[in-house]
């Protein structure tokens, strides 16, 4: 998809399809205004008919309008004055161009910066809208052996009527490098486990590294068994694939500033190992590696928006395997920190290949430190697929943390490490155990984690309610991409 921006008056614009907006109250946003004085009042007569309500849900596609150069003029209704909402928009702009992608469309031009969006600016607007574009274009037919017939969408342009502000162009194009970030993210965890393993997963980086000037380091088993990163290899030894420790680095900052670490899971299948997942499902488990995923996806918006940052993405990953040599429930390891683990259930084996990636991260001396993981089904029953739970050991952070994600439309909820549910994880054998019973799964797995970021400030992302859908629209979100990409955008401001 190209991405534009293109200024003058919409009736005169050279388009497939020219998108406007309508208010509940009948009144016709700028853009409709312009489009309606040009033909004569095509638009008022229709709203005088009833037949343009300027309801929010409501979409009319008009066809030849008199007087219009673009071929097409689609109106979305934006709902009640003052009513226009954060979700009401990206839904509004998000159907808008799901029907353009449908049709003969070729180029289309979206005049919804002046959707009066309460409490956000035409800045956030634009960004916000480049991100709809490449959500409701994404598709992932590349498992087909035929893809889908071919979209004519070419290229998508944000209309305006006068010069556009500097800021208003950035905040479109950062919305574009966001959009490409969360395209990637949801490509490789679209991809089957047989295709995307942690083999592929360090390719991928490889190629983010030379695309974009990036570092880039992939550590294989021996690397890891040098490192001793006990936990880590434990997961990985029922396996016959090889696992990686993946390490990209982003210097868009000056030299010596600290870094930004973030951390994915990438099991790149979680079969649950002896302590085997039931059937049902089981496929979804190809998404585990949504932590790496978000990583390498964040790693791309920011390098595409060259962003003054320094950012460091690590990369555990390997399959979760049973199998003659994996590990067995009560099993002992030791943990590149020195922590002795006892693992009483090895389907809670994504903990168990993130503390070793902390202990490594302990080196960057990080400005903060942020792993992401699908982590625990806890989490999905706590928050479902809305909220991304977070935890930090940081006030500031997290509030950082709640803020981005709540302003990139892409929310977390704050969730608790007390002392308390520590007493959970406790082993008579070991220095922790890997799980701690039914209740509160997600937050003793938090707990288990918070015990290897002592170091340094730390957040946990568990995203096992919203980096995919089931169901129908099976797929991965790209989440929690535009939360760490907007973070990092803040941090760099
Ligand atoms: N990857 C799963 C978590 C998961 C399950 C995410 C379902 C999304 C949907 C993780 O490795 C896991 O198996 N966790 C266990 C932990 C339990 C054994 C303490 C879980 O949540 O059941
Ligand atoms: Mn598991
Ligand atoms: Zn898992």
């Not at 294989?220 to 434990?234: V, Y």
């Not at 903990?351 to 999905?380: F, H, K, M, N, S």
Request: aromatic letters at 6%.
């Amino acid at each position: 998809m190209d991405f534009s921006i293109k200024v003058g008056a919409p009736e005169n614009q050279k388009s497939s399809c020219i998108v406007v907006g309508q208010l509940e109250d009948k009144k016709l946003l700028p853009s409709a205004a312009s489009v309606d004085r040009a033909s004569k009042g095509y638009l008022s007569k229709l709203v005088a008919s009833g037949d343009l309500t300027g309801r929010a849900g409501t979409m009319t596609m008009l066809h030849h309008v008199p007087w219009v150069t673009a071929e097409r003029v689609l109106v979305m209704g934006a709902g009640k004055s003052g009513e226009l909402g954060e979700k009401t928009y990206r839904e509004t702009v998000s159907r808008a161009v799901r029907a353009l992608g449908d049709g003969a469309i070729v180029h289309a031009h979206l005049y919804v910066t002046e959707f009066p969006v309460t409490h956000k600016d035409e800045a956030w607007r634009a960004a916000q809208a480049a991100q709809m574009v490449a959500d409701a274009t994404y598709r992932f037919d590349r498992m087909k052996s035929k893809p889908a017939s071919a979209r004519k969408l070419r290229e998508v342009s944000l209309g305006v009527s006068a010069r556009p502000s500097a800021m208003l162009v950035r905040s479109w194009e950062r919305g574009t490098g966001l959009g490409a970030g969360v395209s990637l993210a949801k490509d490789l965890g679209n991809l089957p486990s047989n295709v995307c393993t942690p083999t592929y997963l360090a390719d991928q980086a490889q190629q983010l590294a030379k695309a974009y000037k990036l570092k880039v380091q992939v550590l294989d088993e021996k690397d890891m068994a040098r490192l001793k990163m006990g936990s880590f290899l434990a997961v990985t030894q029922g396996t016959r694939e090889p696992a990686k420790f993946i390490v990209l680095e982003y210097n868009g900052a000056k030299a010596g500033a600290k870094p930004v670490v973030l951390i994915g899971k990438g099991i790149t299948f979680d079969t649950g190992g002896i302590s085997l997942k039931p059937s049902g499902e089981m496929d979804e488990m190809k998404y585990d590696m949504s932590g790496a995923g978000s990583v390498l996806g964040t790693l791309k918006a920011v390098a595409q928006m060259r962003l003054p940052v320094n950012v460091v993405g690590l990369i555990p990953t390997c399959e979760n395997m049973p199998g003659g040599n994996a590990i067995k429930p009560g099993d002992v390891v030791t943990s590149m920190s020195g922590q002795t683990i006892e693992i009483l259930n090895t389907d809670a084996e994504g903990r168990l290949i993130l503390c070793d990636a902390l202990t490594y991260a302990e080196r960057y001396q990080p400005e903060a430190v942020i792993d992401i993981a699908t982590l625990t089904g806890a989490c999905v029953v706590a928050l479902g697929n809305v909220a991304t739970g977070l935890y930090s050991n940081d006030e500031a952070l997290a509030k950082d943390l709640l803020d981005a994600g709540m302003d990139a439309w892409d929310r977390a909820w704050r969730m608790p490490l007390w002392d308390d549910y520590h007493e959970q994880i406790k082993s008579p054998f070991a220095d922790v155990a890997n799980v701690g019973g039914r209740p509160a799964g997600s937050v003793t797995a938090a707990c288990f984690l918070s015990r290897f970021a002592k170091k340094f400030k730390w957040a946990h992302l568990d995203i096992a309610g919203t980096a995919w859908r089931s169901g129908k629209d099976k797929g991965s979100t790209g989440r929690p991409v535009p939360l760490l990409t907007n973070y990092l955008m803040r941090k760099s401001a």
